[in-house]
């Protein structure tokens, strides 16, 4: 079983793009975040005809997520982060598929630091961290898949000197991720290639894609129940490379029955 996460960044502009990916690689399950559309201007139909089942949660202009399931449709859990009922922004849906707990997030960006927007970041991550202490002992396998917007380790940023200050870099929220990774989840990516360079982001200016100068913020973390399963992880990094791309790769893992 195949599930990946990819930041398509538009739905609209990328939807070629996303239906070239879903006919050629096929994964079983598709984290999206970033759909930039309202509820009712999802192409619910030709996601449909493509041989996926979907449930999302849009929103005009900005964020939205969706979770799609080859030749079945996802049973809704949730799509609401807990926490702040005051919160709107379209960020965290949850499902199950085929008996795997999946949640699909689009954590906040955060910049400017310091800042109000950098502030709702860490109040976001704090409340994504209680949630998931409810997930990760559970006996089912879970997967929180999605945009995560941190860049984890020095190892995960091309010249990490230069992000010192970004609030995907910043000190407090690597040790939120920290503190999130404490309560035993497992990345993905991390533990298939424990040291190698790996990105899923290129930045559309200056060339990044080309001269490979990334980050790595797109990430799927395991519980227990998955990580004894895991057989194989990776980014389709090629995609990046396709016409009108987003500036994020589909990041996958593949899991044993």
Not at 77 to 99: C, K, N, Q
């Amino acid at each position: 079983m195949r599930i990946a996460t990819y930041n398509i960044n538009g739905i609209g502009a990328r939807l070629p793009n996303l239906l070239r990916w879903l006919d050629e690689r096929a994964p079983d399950v598709a984290c999206l975040q970033e759909l930039k559309a309202p509820q009712e201007k999802f192409p619910e139909k030709e996601i449909r005809d493509a041989g996926y089942g979907v449930i999302w949660h849009g929103q005009k202009s900005w964020n939205g997520v969706a979770i799609l399931a080859r030749g079945t449709d996802p049973k809704e859990m949730r799509r609401v982060l807990p926490g702040d009922p005051e919160d709107v922004h379209s960020r965290y849906i949850e499902a199950t598929v085929h008996g795997v707990t999946i949640g699909c997030l689009y954590l906040p960006n955060g910049n400017p630091a310091p800042g109000p927007k950098f502030q709702y970041k860490l109040r976001w991550l704090d409340r994504f961290i209680d949630h998931a202490a409810t997930l990760v002992a559970r006996n089912e396998p879970v997967i929180l898949a999605g945009d995560y917007n941190v860049i984890p380790t020095e190892r995960d940023v091309y010249k990490p000197e230069r992000w010192v200050d970004d609030a995907l870099f910043r000190i407090e929220v690597r040790e939120e991720f920290a503190r999130l990774m404490g309560q035993g989840w497992t990345d993905a990516i991390r533990a298939r290639y424990p040291n190698e360079t790996i990105y899923t982001f290129w930045d559309f200016f200056r060339n990044a894609y080309e001269r490979n100068a990334g980050l790595r913020i797109d990430h799927l973390l395991l519980n227990q129940n998955v990580r004894d399963r895991l057989t194989d992880a990776g980014v389709d990094r090629d995609v990046r490379g396709w016409e009108r791309p987003s500036d994020h790769a589909p990041t996958w893992v593949d899991i044993r029955d």
